[in-house]
């Protein structure tokens, strides 16, 4: 596990640049990396498989540890990380699903991703297929009233395959309170673990349920 | 002032959206609507057809663009309606972000042109759709004038892999005309200019230039715009557009038609302005001048100056 982090975090250093968003990208990694390392089904080889996993990373400042995590597992080289927001690069400050293998999503403004993954998690039901979507969010975008509706939508509609996550390093301007249980309030499967404990992690994402969305704060300090 | 004909209940572009929806969710698996609490009644018996690929969100218009998104990306092509403020301006972000941006295909068909919620203040007005919609790019733009209009060109657009957006109006044309998706239709030729009339304001632009020997093309495209047919029919460098909503979003298409020509340009539409009366569509066509009697009159002097 340590391993790993620091595996990433090597590779990260070698695309600098986002000294603005540096906390965020570190606040989601070890979350990205048991996601990618224990839970997701994906094919680097055929990124847009039907049967992959869907992962959409709705905070999409900061993506240097997710685009870290994706090189590590094959996207594309790890030299790619030097052109990190460069002219010559394909890895943006904020990421772009039509140059970076493995994004599903381009994203970057707050409370767009949660909505695109209903919909992907309703498209999957649609076609009765059971891969999961799961979308990241920070606790600083759920002041967006665009999550709010989403949230609502989700846990109305019962998306048992849709998992959200939420990366709590205490940004919001606006005290949230206890996000997982205000989830619970809205039909999720809601729970908390510490956003740096692998097991933890782990064992959260993995965890469905028959008839609720489930959602996962993950509290990084 | 001659009376503009507007749709009977029976004969609306709305309900038209209903049945064209209908049929060809019948033969395309891949079509799926989305609404947001608008138009749920008219669309009961899609809804009742296809459980599976509808769905009501509730009044939540950014989630509902989302949705659709998140359909697109998964192979579906989503169909999104509302009133036109909600449907383009409240979620114009989402429009921008997560169709354009991702360069996804989806369809978005608002109902409420203009002032055709006559009675219902500001709010409920759709007169910037089209003007900020033509900065988006990608995003193709159709303004049917007739309800029959409207199915033959949600026909050819629909799974063309583009954003698109389709406006209803009450108003209407009286007539059909044969109208292809990216083209502009030749309704006559002139002599003394070239008149651009856009969806449902041709049959008062042709009651305004009666008498006058004017080419007149039908606009139901607005993007992608067809300045090749324009080129060919502006002739005397004299142009006038006639647009339903805020006037002068077809100008800036107009002008890199005719870049390498000596071109005047007189641009009629709503003007900008918080309208605060209620009453009637016609109403507030007398208030902004948008009857035949006010166009010909602007058009006459616009040709004699």
Redesign the interface.
């Known amino acids: 596990m340590d391993d790993d982090i620091a595996r990433l975090g090597r590779l990260m250093k070698t695309g600098e640049g986002d000294e603005k968003h540096d906390p965020s990208a570190y606040s989601t990694l070890d979350v990205i990396w048991v996601l990618y390392d224990k839970i997701l089904r994906f094919d680097p080889e055929n990124p847009r498989s039907e049967d992959r996993d869907r992962f959409v990373l709705s905070k999409g400042h900061g993506p240097l540890g997710f685009y870290a995590v994706l090189a590590d597992k094959g996207y594309f080289p790890p030299e790619e990380l030097r052109h990190f927001m460069t002219w010559e690069g394909i890895l943006g400050g904020h990421p772009?699903?039509?140059q970076v293998p493995g994004v599903?999503?381009?994203?970057?403004?707050l409370?767009?991703g949660?909505?695109?993954?209903?919909?992907?998690?309703?498209?999957?039901r649609?076609?009765r297929r059971d891969r999961r979507v799961f979308v990241l969010l920070g606790d600083g975008e759920c002041n967006e009233?665009?999550v709010w509706?989403?949230v609502?939508?989700a846990g109305?509609l019962g998306l048992a395959n849709l998992t959200c996550i939420v990366i709590n390093n205490h940004s919001s301007t606006r005290d949230l309170g206890d996000l997982a249980q205000k989830l619970g309030t809205f039909g999720w499967a809601a729970t908390s673990v510490n956003g740096r404990d692998h097991a933890a992690i782990e064992a959260a994402l993995a965890h469905t349920d028959e008839r609720r969305p489930a959602a996962v704060v993950a509290d990084v300090g | 002032m001659a009376s503009l004909k507007t749709a009977g209940a029976a004969d609306t572009m709305r309900d038209q959206m209903a049945r064209t929806l209908e049929d060809l969710m019948a033969h395309d698996e891949r079509l799926?609507v989305v609404l947001a609490d608008i138009s749920t009644s008219q669309l009961k018996g899609v809804f009742r057809a296809y459980p599976?690929?509808t769905?009501n969100?509730?009044i939540?218009e950014?989630?509902m663009?989302?949705?659709?998104?998140?359909?697109?990306?998964?192979?579906?092509i989503?169909v999104a309606h509302s009133i036109t403020p909600f449907l383009v301006e409240r979620p114009y972000?989402?429009l921008k972000?997560?169709f354009c941006?991702?360069?996804l295909g989806g369809n978005f068909i608002s109902i409420g042109a203009s002032y055709d919620y006559s009675t219902e203040g500001m709010t409920h007005h759709g007169t910037g759709d089209v003007p900020i919609l033509r900065t988006l790019p990608g995003m193709e733009i159709v303004v049917p004038g007739t309800p029959d209009e409207f199915d033959t060109l949600f026909r050819e657009a629909y799974a063309d892999g583009a954003p698109t957006y389709f406006r209803l109006s009450a108003r209407r044309n009286a007539e059909d005309r044969p109208v292809r998706f990216g083209r502009l239709d030749v309704v006559r030729q002139g002599s003394r200019g070239t008149v651009l009339a856009v969806g449902p304001m041709l049959d008062v632009t042709m009651a305004a230039i009666a008498g006058l020997d004017l080419t007149v093309l039908y606009c139901a495209t607005i993007a992608p715009f067809d300045a090749e047919t324009l080129r060919a029919n502006a002739t005397t460098g004299d142009i006038v557009v006639v647009e339903p909503y805020y006037a002068g979003a077809l100008v800036p298409d107009v002008a890199a038609a005719l870049r390498d020509r000596r071109t005047r340009v007189e641009s009629i539409g709503v003007p900008r302005a918080v309208l605060t009366r209620y009453g009637t569509p016609e109403h507030h066509d007398v208030a902004l001048g948008l009857t035949p009697e006010g166009i010909g009159a602007r058009i006459r002097r616009f040709l004699d100056a």
Do not use: W
Not at chain 2, 66 to 74: D, K, Q, S, T
């Open positions: 772009d699903r039509n599903e999503a381009s994203t970057g403004s409370g767009h949660l909505p695109m993954a209903i919909g992907m998690a309703l498209g999957l649609m076609k009233g665009s509706e989403s609502l939508l109305n | 799926a599976e690929r769905i969100v509730g939540m950014q989630t663009i989302g949705v659709c998104a998140g359909l697109a990306m998964e192979g579906f989503p972000e989402q972000d997560d941006y991702q360069r």
